[in-house]
């Protein structure tokens, strides 16, 4: 069995790449891949909790939050969709749907 230790090292890592990819890119598909990413690796913090303790909340916790990532994916790209629509770009420097 793996030490919980190293999991939850790893979910760390994975957080904070993510993390660094949604503030530092420019592309609105990488930076929802880079959300993804996150909450990935909280859904592991969550399982490896759960297998630690031997309780099965954190699996409930992350079956939600895939429930959660999926539709938020698909109304990020129904929003990515309708800002390509209108600009043709879905560069986030680009978009500036709110100035006027």
């Not at 904070?16 to 990819?21: E, F, K, Q, Y």
């Not at 592309?27 to 993804?36: D, P, S, Y």
């Not at 790209?77 to 800002?83: G, M, N, P, W």
């Amino acid at each position: 069995m793996i030490d919980p230790s190293w999991v939850s090292g790893l979910a760390a890592i994975l957080f904070t790449l993510g993390l660094w990819g949604a503030f530092h890119r420019k592309n609105a598909i990488v930076v929802l891949m880079c959300i993804e990413l996150m909450l990935n690796a909280v859904n592991l913090q969550f399982v490896a909790a759960a297998t630690h303790w031997g309780d099965v909340t954190g699996w409930v916790y992350a079956i939600f939050a895939v429930a959660i990532a999926a539709s938020e994916v698909a109304i990020g790209l129904a929003i990515f969709l309708s800002i390509y629509g209108q600009q043709e770009t879905i560069s986030l420097d680009e978009v500036n749907l709110l100035k006027h």
